[in-house]
């Protein structure tokens, strides 16, 4: 008999040290584990941003930033637009099928936007990274082609785009500026980062 009451001791005395190893290590890799989960300065990085395009006139743009990176809105005039029908052939992939940023179904057209008037695209060159500047001026300037219709520069290597974010033909720039999800909340306002409603 005393045998078994020692091995029923024993085997007490391993379950309670063995319940209070548990919750001494659940107490211990909680907080570790909490070290996982974003914070909320993380979690707003990659969070849809909104933009009020109310102000916006025609020929001007505007920027926004979501996940860190600089996005454009350019209002296009009805010259601009026209603009961008003559330069298919000078372009390196006019209907945006290469996959490094391919667009979204809805921006797979000549003007790569939802509405033709307004552009959204995310200014990085393609190339290194690089942010391009503005050359909505047409006409023959430094660094761009003669019958240059407008649209942006990439002043590091000379990389050229159209007002749609096109890349030109012969340039360091492999792709074109990428098209960010985005939908129109009203006609006022655009959210960058979701396309659909939830």
């Known amino acids: 008999m005393s045998d078994q ?4 001791g024993k085997r007490t005395w391993l379950i309670a040290t063995s319940c209070a190893g548990a919750v001494g ?3 211990t890799a909680v907080p570790f584990v909490s070290t996982f ?3 909320e300065r993380a ?3 990659g969070a849809a941003v909104e933009a009020d395009i109310s102000g916006l006139k025609p020929g001007e743009k505007m920027t926004v930033e979501w996940r860190g990176k600089p996005v ?3 209002r296009r005039t009805p010259e601009q637009l026209e603009a961008l029908k003559g330069t298919d052939g000078q372009l390196a992939d006019p209907n945006s099928d290469r996959k490094a940023y391919p667009p979204p179904e809805y921006a ?3 003007h790569r936007s939802i509405k033709p008037e307004y552009f959204v695209g995310v200014g990085i060159c393609s190339h290194l990274g690089c942010s391009p500047s503005d050359k909505f001026q047409a006409g023959p300037q430094p660094s761009l082609p003669d019958d240059w219709h407008g649209g942006f520069l990439c002043p590091c290597h000379g990389s050229t785009f159209d007002l749609a974010g096109r ?3 012969n340039k360091p720039a492999p792709d074109n500026l990428e098209v960010p999800p985005h939908m129109y909340l009203s006609d006022a306002k655009i959210l960058i980062g979701e396309d659909k409603k939830a």
């Open 108 to 110: 797979k057209n000549p």
């Open 43 to 45: 979690k707003a990085a």
């Open 37 to 39: 989960t974003p914070s």
């Open 5 to 8: 009451q020692v091995d029923h």
């Open 25 to 27: 290590g659940v107490a």
């Open 72 to 74: 454009w809105i350019v």
């Open 167 to 169: 890349v030109f033909k």
